[in-house]
């Protein structure tokens, strides 16, 4: 899954696999999660929100079970 960039105060780039319901996001601190079981309107939203798509819905993502890769 191969980030794509976004414009965002937080984040540097996010992927998501639709099939999975894995969201990857890479924060500007360098660090990377992956939220698991999102659901696909949610990553539309936060898409939608940029510039400020982690103040918008973060809270809503954290809520999904996440492990940190980097």
Known sequence: MGLR???SDALDGVAYNRDRRVLLVQFESGSIYE????EPELV???E???PHPWRV???RV???RFR???
Request: avoid cysteine.
């Open 5 to 7: 960039r976004i414009q």
């Open 35 to 38: 939220y698991f079981d999102v």
């Open 44 to 46: 539309d939203e936060l």
């Open 48 to 50: 939608a929100a940029q």
């Open 57 to 59: 819905v973060g809270e």
């Open 62 to 64: 954290k809520q999904h």
């Open 68 to 70: 940190r890769l980097a």
